[in-house]
């Protein structure tokens, strides 16, 4: 079946710096990918949604300069966090669709923890 | 952005008792899915179920969907300890560049 990787699965860094999360499609070409974020006991917010070559749509209340990501590769999003702060610590998962009638794979998560 | 409502938000029962979730949604659909999630982990699909259906099954599960009112519910019959998890549904429209947007979940809890 599909499987997405992601990395790393945990990271901790100091806050002002920055952090990468990588996402790749492992047997299949992710056309789309999604990202979200999830805080504890609370559901998957969905922050941006990007497709292949093109620009992120970033959701509402989501700033598209912190949370840079390129998906310039159809096996390959990242997720870059911009001069992370501990309000940014949280679980990020990254989600890859083919087609659009296709299912959804998730990622593993990627825990972050700013100190 | 938050598709809508899940209830209840945590659910404590016996192993062996069934468990019912229940989902509501704001938007018209093309499909809804039910998702879990062990704690702190990725998500695991369990079953999608279109907008034209109205029951779904697979194994342990059982999945339906009333359209007219929005809402959706998940039954997990004789649970077993190793179904404690958060359950989510999950919505895709068809307006929403295929975006899939999740409900607030439920906590479950199966004691043995």
């Known amino acids: 079946g599909a499987v997405v990787s992601q990395h790393p699965s945990r990271v901790i860094c100091k806050s002002g710096t920055s952090v990468k999360i990588e996402c790749r499609s492992l047997d299949f070409q992710a056309t789309t990918m999604f990202w979200y974020r999830q805080f504890p006991k609370q559901s998957l917010m969905l922050m941006a949604t990007?497709?292949?070559?093109?620009?992120?749509?970033?959701e509402q209340g989501v700033e598209k300069d912190k949370f840079l990501i390129n998906h310039a590769s159809l096996t390959l999003s990242t997720l870059t966090v911009t001069s992370a702060h501990p309000e940014d610590s949280s679980f990020y998962i990254c989600?890859?669709?083919?087609?659009?009638?296709?299912?959804?794979?998730f990622g593993s998560g990627t825990r972050l923890t700013v100190v | 952005s938050q598709q809508g409502e899940e209830d209840p938000q945590a659910l404590s029962i016996q192993e062996g008792e069934n468990a019912t979730m229940n989902c509501s949604y704001k938007?018209?659909?093309?499909?809804l899915q039910w998702y879990r999630q062990n704690s702190g982990r990725g998500l695991v699909h369990l079953i999608l179920i279109r907008s034209n259906e109205r029951e779904k099954h697979s194994g342990r599960l059982r999945v339906t969907l009333d359209t007219s009112k929005k809402s959706s519910s998940l039954l997990i019959t004789a649970s077993r300890a190793a179904d404690t998890a958060s359950y989510f549904c999950?919505?895709?429209?068809?307006?929403?560049?295929?975006?899939?947007?999740f409900g607030q979940g439920t906590e479950l809890s199966v004691k043995p």
């Open positions: 938007t018209s659909i093309n499909n």
């Open positions: 999950a919505t895709v429209s068809g307006n929403q560049g295929g975006k899939l947007i």
């Open positions: 990007s497709n292949e070559g093109s620009k992120a749509t970033y």
């Open positions: 989600s890859a669709r083919e087609y659009v009638n296709y299912g959804y794979t």
